[in-house]
């Protein structure tokens, strides 16, 4: 982890997103089952934001430098 240090919290943070914003992009649209992935979309964004504020959180607490120094 130490060759990341300084930039673990902007690459968690940043996968985070990329997480996000694939769920929010993706998903089926068959006419009976919309509802059923809507909810599960919905389920799904509630999870990623735990995991994201749980993660930062962590991040946040492990963290001793600054962003963007390794020293």
């Known amino acids: 982890m130490d060759t ?14 990329i997480a996000t914003i694939t769920a929010l992009l993706t998903g ?6 919309v ?3 809507q909810q599960g979309i919905d389920l799904l964004i509630q ?6 504020a749980a993660g930062s959180i962590w991040l946040r607490s492990v963290t001793d430098s600054p962003i ?3 020293k």
Do not use: C, D, P, S
């Open 4 to 17: 990341i240090k300084g930039y673990r919290t902007i690459v968690f943070n940043v996968l985070m997103a």
């Open 28 to 33: 089926t649209k068959v006419e009976n089952e």
């Open 35 to 37: 509802i059923q992935i």
């Open 47 to 52: 999870g990623l934001a735990i995991i994201w």
């Open 68 to 70: 963007f120094k390794k």
